[in-house]
């Protein structure tokens, strides 16, 4: 039975129309990164704007790295899921933005490939050729090459009868030939350099397709050198993207030392104001003693001459009594005996007014000494003791003094009810907590359970210091912290611990809030034992 010879259509061009669209489709998005990574290294490069003024310049630092870190923070949400759920439930407006800019994105490849598809589907393509079938003999025909899909029947022939016929012998099947004719691939003047190579030597490929006529086999190593053209734009395009994030880290890790050594100092401006205004209020105190000590001597030499005066008069009053009373007659001398007692009693009673006066000083200032050495054995007590009992007696000594009224009023009440902790007690909790401090030093940023795990194992192995060595590092403030707990100078080992950054510091808060507390209340006793050491001189 004779049968119709089996026909296919030409699927190559098509396959190769494919393939073009693919690669122009890749480099098309290649260009669209190399472009957000050229804005992202404008962004990251540019730098805020240098003000005289260091307020405004650390706003503008900071601003500047919240939109790096807000920007980067989005482009890797919209390359990681798992980071882009996290991101978008704790930053506001993160989510508008990711969904805006994956819309953009789509849209600008639908219309990426809507062009790269009339480009190569254009009217360039010849349509009898492409869709023209081939007459293929029934022999040397692989039927795995063929689509059963796409084979279709040109015509159906009505089964005739065979008639036998002598035996003759069947030439081998000649190879299969096709007419190709591609449409070219055609880019616009602004497009990428690599692109262009890579359409370029597309065209040639086309050109040769076009040109010659080429079997089964040649399609398919044109498909082939295609295909590895395309795996080379993708591995150069994977390999540039690789260094635009590496470039992109190093910028963004170069911007953030630098804010943070600005942040560093602007602290060191802000401790080195305090120290001064410290020094400047220290100079004005001792300028105000030294008036009052001049006050209170000039005070002193003047009531002298006024009594010494007031003695002179009144032995030259007497004097002139006396020579009365010796011209006087007898009849005179009871009168003058009781004038004289009158005037010793008025002396007396002046006399027994301002002894009462200075005893009350007197007893002021015992009292307040009394009041003041009490407190001083309450912060020399090895455990923690109220103060309000002595901190009540001395504001009842003070009277009308301002500055132990002002003095006494700059404790704080938690201080006053529960006292503070001694040196003793602070250096043994110090030596509870340098461990921990240790550890969290030790921690990496962003550490989970094995950075942990680590920080635990060489804080066991780091090599502790003694004495007063010079750094910086965690062991030499360690050292000197104890060196300074030791000897007693709580102020010492405070200003030690406050120099700590990051988590260390955030541990040891609780410790320094009480080595402040401590500071701050000895300072206090001592001003007011330079107040009742000038009642003393005042006496």
């Known amino acids: 039975m004779l049968r119709a010879a089996p026909v296919f259509r030409a699927t190559q061009p098509a396959r190769l129309a494919a393939s073009g669209r693919v690669a122009f489709h890749s480099s098309r998005t290649y260009l669209n990164e190399k472009v957000a990574a050229q804005s992202a290294r404008v962004l ?115 089964p005739t009868p065979v008639v036998p016929k002598e035996p003759e012998v069947t030439p081998a099947p000649a190879p299969i030939e096709m007419a190709i004719n591609l449409p070219i691939v055609h880019l616009p003047l602004g497009a990428d350099p690599e692109v262009l190579k890579y359409a370029e030597s597309l065209n040639l490929l086309i050109q040769s397709i076009n040109n010659h006529k080429s079997s089964a086999e040649a399609v398919e190593r044109v498909s082939a050198s295609i295909l590895n053209l395309m795996s080379t734009a993708t591995t150069s395009q994977e390999k540039l993207k690789e260094k635009l994030e590496a470039e992109f880290k190093k910028k963004l890790e170069a911007v953030k030392s630098r804010h943070e050594r600005e942040i560093q100092s ?75 007692f009158s005037e010793t009693v008025k002396e007396l009673e002046q006399l027994t007014i301002q002894s009462n006066e200075i ?116 062991e030499s403030i360690i050292a000197r912290t104890e060196t300074a707990l030791e000897q007693g100078n709580v102020h010492e080992a405070v200003a030690e611990i406050n120099a700590l950054n990051g988590w260390p510091k955030v541990l040891a808060a609780d410790w320094l809030a009480e080595g402040r507390q401590r500071t701050e209340l000895e300072f206090l006793v001592s001003l007011l034992s330079d107040e009742a050491k000038l009642w003393g001189i005042k006496l």
């Open 266 to 340: 602007q602290k060191d401006n802000y401790e080195f104001e305090l120290q001064r205004e410290q020094r400047a209020l220290i100079e004005n105190y001792n300028k105000r003693l030294a008036v009052e000590l001049e006050l209170t001597k000039n005070t002193t030499a003047a009531y002298v001459e006024n009594q010494i005066r007031a003695i002179i008069s009144e032995s030259q009053r007497q004097f002139a009594g006396v020579v009365t009373e010796k011209v006087q007659d007898q009849r005179n001398a009871r009168l003058a005996m009781i004038k004289k």
């Open 359 to 474: 005893i009350a000083q007197a007893q002021k200032t015992a009292k307040l000494y009394l009041a003041l050495n009490g407190l001083f054995n309450a912060l020399k007590s090895p455990e923690p003791v109220a103060l309000e009992s002595y901190i009540t007696a001395i504001s009842e000594s003070a009277g009308e003094d301002t500055l132990l009224k002002v003095t006494l009023a700059a404790i704080p009440e938690s201080v006053k009810k529960q006292g503070v902790i001694s040196p003793a007690q602070l250096a043994d909790r110090f030596k509870v907590l340098e461990q921990e401090i240790r550890k969290a030093s030790l921690v990496p940023p962003n550490a989970g359970v094995a950075g942990h795990l680590g920080s635990v194992i060489f804080s066991k192995l780091l090599w502790k210091k003694s004495g007063a060595p010079v750094g910086n590092d965690i």
């Open 44 to 158: 990251e490069n540019s730098s805020p704007v240098k003000s005289s003024n260091k307020f405004k310049r650390l706003l503008v630092s900071s601003l500047l790295f919240s939109t790096i870190a807000y920007g980067a923070g989005i482009f890797y949400s919209i390359k990681n899921d798992s980071f882009y759920e996290v991101f978008v439930e704790y930053i506001p407006f993160a989510e508008r933005i990711i969904h805006f800019i994956e819309d953009q994105r789509f849209k600008g490849k639908f219309s990426n490939w809507e062009s790269a598809r009339n480009a190569i589907t254009s009217s360039h393509v010849i349509p009898d050729k492409l869709d023209g079938t081939i007459q293929v003999p029934r022999a040397g025909v692989d039927s795995k090459a063929i689509d059963p899909s796409k084979i279709s029947v040109k015509k159906s022939v009505a």
